[in-house]
């Protein structure tokens, strides 16, 4: 079995670029969320994919923006970078969304660093 | 207000003693779950316990425990016979049922456990 896997696993931009950041669920699952973690603190919910609609979003700006494929992997794109988005940014699949006792697999993160 | 709050920044254990760490929360969702996630330097979040609002015993996976007390709205994580390994962040999460929340999960801080040899 196959767990998420992101990449790259670090990024350097610069201010005012967009990135682009890669996500494969894990096998059998339909759903991906993305998370924002800064550091020092917990990770906050940006949006959730499912079946390649979004279906749930967080109180992020409309520059952070999502694809989920037919084979359920997906992206995250920001556009406009600010120094404020560095962050390690998480996703993580789950096969039965919007069940109460559904755990989220995650993936090792992308480390975004914005100069 | 926070929903979820971890009050203990770090915590120190020696090796094979017991740990317990704090997470209360805050909602009026009678229907909801919570969760501890472990995060070792590699970055990624390990799923260690689940606990359900209606479950009447408390939850434990191995060597991890939750001490739920509901009336008090606290769901603290208790790691016997602490091993080096354990040294990593951990994290609680809740998952709240009503107002289109059930897709999200919301962490606390989280803690920074630290085991010695």
């Known amino acids: 079995e196959t767990g998420v896997t992101q990449s790259p696993t670090h990024l350097i931009k610069t201010r005012g670029q967009q990135v682009t950041l890669r996500c494969s669920s894990q096998s059998g699952h339909n759903t991906v969320s993305w998370y924002q973690q800064a550091l020092g603190q917990g990770p906050q919910f940006i949006f959730q994919y499912y079946r390649e609609e979004e279906n749930g979003r967080g109180n992020f700006p409309p520059r952070f923006s999502g694809l989920q494929f037919p084979n359920y992997s997906s992206e995250l794109n920001v556009n406009a970078l600010e120094l404020d988005d560095s962050a390690l940014y998480l996703c993580?699949?789950?096969?039965?969304?919007?069940?109460?006792?559904?755990?989220?697999?995650f993936g090792s993160g992308t480390q975004l660093s914005v100069l | 207000a926070q929903k979820i709050t971890q009050t203990q920044p770090g915590m120190f254990v020696q090796e094979k003693e017991a740990v317990t760490l704090d997470c209360t929360y805050d909602?009026?969702?009678?229907?909801?779950?919570l969760f501890w996630y472990k995060q070792p330097s590699s970055g990624e979040m390990i799923f260690l316990i689940y606990?359900?609002?209606?479950?009447?015993q408390n939850a434990t996976e191995g060597r991890y425990s939750l001490n739920f007390q509901k009336a008090r709205k606290s769901a603290n994580l208790v790691i016997s016979a602490s091993q080096l390994g354990d040294s990593a962040m951990y994290f609680c999460a809740m998952r709240e049922a009503q107002g289109g929340s059930n897709y999200k999960l919301t962490f606390g801080k989280g803690t920074l456990l630290t085991v010695n040899p």
């Open positions: 993580a699949s789950s096969a039965r969304p919007g069940q109460i006792n559904e755990k989220l697999f």
């Open positions: 909602t009026s969702d009678p229907s909801y779950g």
């Open positions: 606990q359900g609002s209606y479950d009447q």
